[in-house]
């Protein structure tokens, strides 16, 4: 059976945005089984914005305990110099504009905040 997954694309820095809806449904996501797989797509100001903001940090580290993946583009984090400080997150850096056109081209399920 093809395993259930789900993409989140981060694209809004609002603190209660990033808190209540990206981290809070993909932690409980995969809390509750609701998706086999939970990755989370940072991309443009949530780059920077997860390096400085010590609360998204925090919330960070229990959706990583929970299973969720990150993925940061990498073109938006060379920009914003945070490259390394992506990488002590534990934040993979990764080209995305042909894997998420891709994502996109087969209808997979994507959330958009």
């Not at 390096?51 to 583009?73: D, M, P, R, W, Y």
């Amino acid at each position: 059976m093809e395993p259930n997954k789900l993409h989140i694309l981060w694209t809004n820095d609002n603190l209660h945005t990033s808190q209540f809806m990206v981290m809070f449904y993909a932690t409980q996501s995969k809390v509750h089984h609701h998706w086999d797989d939970v990755t989370v797509i940072l991309w443009g100001a949530p780059v920077k914005f997860i390096t400085e903001n010590k609360i998204i940090q925090e919330e960070l580290k229990i959706a990583k305990h929970a299973g969720v993946k990150f993925s940061a583009c990498t073109s938006c984090a060379i920009k914003f110099n945070v490259v390394d400080k992506l990488g002590e997150l534990g934040i993979e850096v990764a080209p995305w504009t042909e894997p998420f056109t891709n994502l996109l081209k087969n209808g997979e399920t994507i959330v958009y905040a």
